[in-house]
C-alpha cells in the first residue's frame, strides 16, 4: 500500500548540484519521519539524511554534512534531497524510506532501525 517514488537523478560535472525528490502516497506522510539512504556497488546502503514529521529536526551523515540538506512539503506529500558541491565520491542510486511506525525519528532512521517502506531508487551519476 505504501508507495514511494524517487525522481531527479541524472548525470552532473563535480561541483554541481542536484534536487532529489520522493513522493509518497499510502501513509499518513504527515506524522512520519523521512530518510535518504545511497548504495553503490560492493558497499552496504549507507545512511545518508533524514527529517522528522514538521521538518524542525534533521539528520545528516557526516559524509556530506555541509553538502546536502534534506527538507519536506507535507501538503504535497514529499521530501526532497538538495546536493551542492557534488564530487564523484557522491556517484550513486538514492532511495528515500519510511519507518514502519511514526514513533520513529530521524536517530532511529540514521541508525537504519524501523525502516519498513523503500522507493525504487533513483540514479546520480558525478563526472570528473
Known amino acids: 500500500q505504501v508507495h514511494l517514488v524517487e525522481s531527479g537523478g541524472g548525470l552532473v560535472q563535480a561541483g554541481g548540484s542536484l534536487r532529489l525528490s520522493c513522493a509518497a502516497s499510502g501513509l499518513s506522510f504527515s506524522i512520519y519521519t523521512m530518510g535518504w539512504f545511497r548504495q553503490v556497488p560492493g558497499k552496504e546502503r549507507e545512511f545518508v539524511a533524514s527529517?522528522?514529521?514538521?521538518?524542525?529536526?534533521?539528520n545528516v551523515a557526516d559524509s556530506v554534512k555541509g553538502r546536502f540538506t534534506i527538507s519536506r512539503d507535507n501538503a504535497k506529500n514529499t521530501v526532497h534531497l538538495n546536493m551542492n558541491n557534488l564530487k564523484p565520491e557522491h556517484t550513486a542510486v538514492y532511495s528515500c524510506a519510511a519507518p514502519s511506525t511514526p514513533l520513529a525519528g530521524p536517530g532511529h532512521v540514521a541508525r537504519n532501525s524501523y525502516l519498513a517502506h523503500w522507493g525504487q531508487g533513483t540514479l546520480v551519476t558525478v563526472s570528473s
Open positions: 527529517i522528522d514529521w514538521s521538518g524542525g529536526t534533521t
